[in-house]
């Protein structure tokens, strides 16, 4: 065998629980440690360790991540009342995932990938549209109150010198609700920084959309500080990169989305890219293929899957039971950190490997090679349903004849 390919800096590598622990291994064990004298900085973030080090082990892997600049996750439990009882927990425990985003302080970028077999819900998608959602404030860090018969609701804001600024939100006659939000300049400015720079790595046009006719000072906030930022430091990077930045209403973007042929950003305030970026997967086939990257403002890389544990298959698994859980998302978290890494490194033949992992494991599944979320939407004529590990031993096939 040919020699493996050498890293510099080690990738972060986050691992994690039940179906996807196990296919993480298998990815490793099949598909990467093969060819690559493979470096990483190993955080175990199951549950059971999680727990053991009093969530410690996140904050390290995410402070690990700052310093080296790439990391890959597996996807984690988040724990509720039924796990705190299966795993004995000694308290239920963050996400992690909002634990990494609030050391990272980043925006998350969630792309499809695309195989021919697999038709989009929206015929005319032919390129993945990426969504960037704000993962700050707004409804998510809202309060609420319910509003009695006779009661006036204002918006008061007590200055730092102590003086008011007063405005009435409404006199209910009848009884009614209200609700407060926020949002920080310098979250939006992070996100819109996050949006602009993934759109000049990954040349393709930026989209952002709010409802700034209604929302006048709010989400007009979010439109100044984009179109200022990309005034002051972004227009020319993105005039010599061939692409293009682009504002609009969110309902005519809704439009222009269906519309489109796909192949850009679409960057959503909180709450419409949670929304959105559902309806995106979804009309894109499967959540199984959906890559995830977190993108901090200063330059730092997260990747994993878009989906979670596989808690179903997993107790199938330890039943001894064969199953086909799609690898494709997590291999995709893979190759995404070793090419980033190799781009940030200068590793040429890293970036070149993993490019061709992707391609090797597109092609199984255009061969009819695939697991069962798959085989039962694909429309090609000959398919092959395959079990988790026959997958990958398939795709390594076809990488050592690319
Ligand atoms: P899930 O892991 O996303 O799976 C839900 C269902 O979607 C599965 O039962 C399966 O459907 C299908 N599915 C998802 N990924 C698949 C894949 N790779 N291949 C084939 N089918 C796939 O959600 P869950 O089982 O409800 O959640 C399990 C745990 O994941 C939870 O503890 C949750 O906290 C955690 N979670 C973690 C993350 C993360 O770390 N990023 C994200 C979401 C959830 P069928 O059963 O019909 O085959
Ligand atoms: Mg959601």
């Not at 906030?221 to 990309?230: G, H, M, P, T, V």
């Not at 439009?255 to 309806?279: E, H, L, P, Q, T």
């Not at 997260?302 to 596989?310: D, S």
């Amino acid at each position: 065998m040919a020699e493996k390919i050498q890293m510099r800096t080690p990738l972060v590598e986050m691992d994690g629980d039940e179906m996807t622990r196990v296919i993480w291994k298998e990815i490793k064990e099949i598909l990467i440690e093969p060819y690559v004298d493979l470096k990483t900085e190993y955080y175990d973030l199951g549950l059971k360790h999680r727990d053991e080090t009093n969530d410690q082990v996140t904050v390290d892997a995410s402070e690990a991540t700052k310093k080296y600049g790439v990391a890959v996750k597996c996807a984690t439990i988040t724990p509720n009342a039924d796990r705190v009882k299966e795993y004995n927990l000694k308290e239920m425990w963050k996400s992690p995932n909002g634990t990494i985003r609030a050391i990272l302080d980043g925006t998350v970028f969630r792309t499809p990938i695309l195989v021919k077999g697999i038709t989009p819900l929206v015929p005319g998608w032919k390129k993945p549209i990426i969504i960037a959602r704000h993962a700050y404030g707004d409804v998510y860090r809202g309060v609420e109150m319910q509003v009695p018969a006779g009661a006036k609701a204002e918006l008061v804001v007590t200055n730092a010198d102590g003086s008011e600024t007063r405005t009435l939100i409404h006199d209910f006659k009848s009884p009614g609700i209200i609700q407060g939000q926020h949002n920080l300049d310098k979250s939006i400015e992070n996100f819109a920084k996050s949006c602009f720079q993934y759109a000049l790595d990954v040349k393709r046009d930026l989209w952002f959309s709010t409802k700034d006719t209604i929302s006048k000072k709010y989400d007009h906030r979010f439109k100044d500080i984009f179109n200022e930022l990309y005034d002051s430091t972004y227009k020319e990077k993105f005039e010599e990169a061939g692409i293009k930045y682009f504002y609009t209403l969110i309902d005519d973007a809704v439009a222009r989305v269906v519309r489109s042929n796909g192949g850009f950003i679409w960057a959503c305030k909180n709450y419409d890219g949670d929304v959105m970026s559902d309806m995106v997967a979804t009309a894109f086939g499967s959540l199984a293929m959906m890559t995830s990257v977190l993108v901090s403002p200063d330059g730092v890389y997260e990747y994993e899957a878009a989906h979670g544990t596989v808690q179903r298959h997993y107790y199938k698994y330890l039943r001894g039971e064969s199953t086909s859980t799609n690898s494709m998302a997590t291999l995709f978290a893979w190759t995404g950190a070793l090419k980033k890494r190799g781009e940030l490194d200068g590793l040429q033949d890293l970036s070149a490997f993993a490019e061709k992992l992707e391609k090797a494991s597109i092609q199984t599944i255009e061969e009819g090679v695939m697991t069962g979320d798959l085989a039962a939407i694909s429309t090609l004529p000959n398919i092959q349903k395959v079990d988790t590990e026959t997958f990958l031993r398939e795709v390594d096939k076809r990488l050592q004849a690319l």
